[in-house]
């Protein structure tokens, strides 16, 4: 069951991104002195054709928690990046949690087997950033401030915003608001993703409850009481995700709009709305790891992803990629996956700072137990 566990900081504008450039040549070979652990850029390091080089011989790159389906688009991220450069791939653990790279960041510290690479939600970032590499991709300058850590150590990639799909072929009339589920029709049919003291989707949907019920970044409380009187009243279902929804136990799914759109892609039936009362969305964190077992692969790897091709294969995972509004004006964005993504809400999208997220998660891992119970 696709279950990547993230609490994601919602960091930037979504609307106001930068342009999306291709990979390019530098200097055609890699010197033999070269320590890839502490290059910070590739424009100080003899350029990408020296990057690439030292990256094959390396000849492989340690990814965790990363889904082969359902998610982002990774497998074919994956796929294509080791034909572009005949890189071996391993990937640890795809159905873990943000923590758990954490954790395999300081519990495999000088072994092989190590992560070159992080997929995680920004706070996590932020609060380790001593685990983690300086370096800065090409394109770092068409990075956003506020998505982006100064030094480098951390940088956004992908996002969306918090929706409600639903089976049409189970539920008669579907939700598009959370006032919407409350009512009695949809007893044992709302699910989330996981528990939102350790799942980032869930935690995205208690806030956005929070925002449709009188919240707001500095209050997430509001949330935690409507899933605990969503679960008083029968409607709340423990866990979701792709498997439950096709499956009919979770007809009604409060997740990423991208993720949602993942189902529609296999489940004809299901239909995806943001919905009209909470308005909220967030990104997901890349960061290179200081002792990187690999580290000209895991740099190689970064640049690959933040490529035109990269974000239009996230794009592909009907993620918004953190340049889709530049390549947008720039022309090379993918059209024919930008025209299936949900309509985005109107008006300017806001974010919780990092302050406000690191409060709101204090606050939902003191309630959520007490108050809702086991479920979710």
């Given at each position: 069951m696709l279950n990547k566990l993230k609490v994601a900081a919602a960091a930037g504008v979504l609307s106001s991104l930068a342009i999306g450039v291709s990979?390019?040549?530098?200097?055609?070979?890699?010197?033999?002195?070269t320590n890839w652990s502490t290059v910070q850029s590739v424009s100080g390091a003899k350029g990408m054709a020296a990057?690439?080089?030292?990256?094959k011989a390396e000849g492989s790159i340690n990814v965790i928690t990363l889904p082969l389906q359902g998610w982002a688009n990774y497998g074919a991220i994956m796929k294509d990046f080791t034909a572009k450069y005949g890189i071996k791939i391993n990937d640890e653990n795809p159905n873990g949690s943000s923590q758990d790279e954490i954790t395999a960041v300081m519990n495999d510290k000088g072994r092989a087997a190590a992560p070159d690479v992080?997929?995680?939600?920004?706070?996590?970032?932020?609060?380790?950033?001593?685990?983690?590499?300086?370096?800065?991709?090409?394109?770092?300058?068409?990075?956003?401030?506020?998505?982006?850590?100064?030094?480098?150590?951390?940088?956004?990639d992908y996002g969306g915003y918090v929706s409600i799909g639903c089976d049409t072929a189970k539920v008669t009339k579907c939700p598009t608001s959370f006032a919407q589920l409350t009512n009695p029709m949809y007893k044992n049919q709302v699910?989330?993703?996981?528990?939102?003291?350790?799942?980032?989707?869930?935690?995205?949907a208690v806030f956005a409850a929070s925002l449709a019920n009188g919240g707001s970044f500095n209050n997430i409380e509001p949330g935690i009481k409507y899933f605990a009187n969503l679960n008083k009243i029968g409607?709340?279902?423990?866990?979701?995700?792709?498997?439950?929804?096709?499956?009919?136990?979770?007809?009604?799914l409060i997740w990423w709009d991208y993720l949602q759109n993942g189902i529609q892609a296999t489940l004809k039936t299901w239909k995806v709305s943001i919905p009209t009362d909470a308005n909220y969305a967030a990104y997901y964190t890349q960061a290179i790891t200081a002792d990187a077992p690999h580290p000209a692969a895991a740099r190689l790897w970064e640049e690959y992803l933040y490529s035109t091709v990269g974000q239009n294969l996230f794009l592909q995972g009907y993620a918004r990629p953190i340049e889709l509004a530049a390549m947008t004006k720039a022309g090379t964005v993918d059209q024919s996956y930008l025209k299936l993504l949900p309509a985005a809400p109107q008006g300017a999208t806001k974010y919780p700072t990092l302050s406000q997220l690191a409060a709101a998660k204090a606050v939902v891992a003191a309630h959520w137990a007490?108050?809702?119970?086991a479920a979710g």
């Open positions: 990979i390019t040549s530098g200097s055609a070979h890699a010197s033999s002195t990057l690439v080089a030292a990256a992080l997929d995680v939600g920004t706070s996590y970032a932020v609060e380790n950033a001593q685990l983690l590499a300086p370096y800065k991709v090409q394109t770092w300058n068409s990075i956003p401030a506020a998505t982006k850590s100064p030094t480098g150590r951390w940088f956004d699910g989330i993703n996981g528990d939102p003291t350790q799942a980032g989707a869930a935690f995205g409607n709340f279902v423990p866990g979701g995700s792709a498997a439950t929804a096709a499956s009919g136990t979770t007809p009604i007490a108050e809702v119970g």
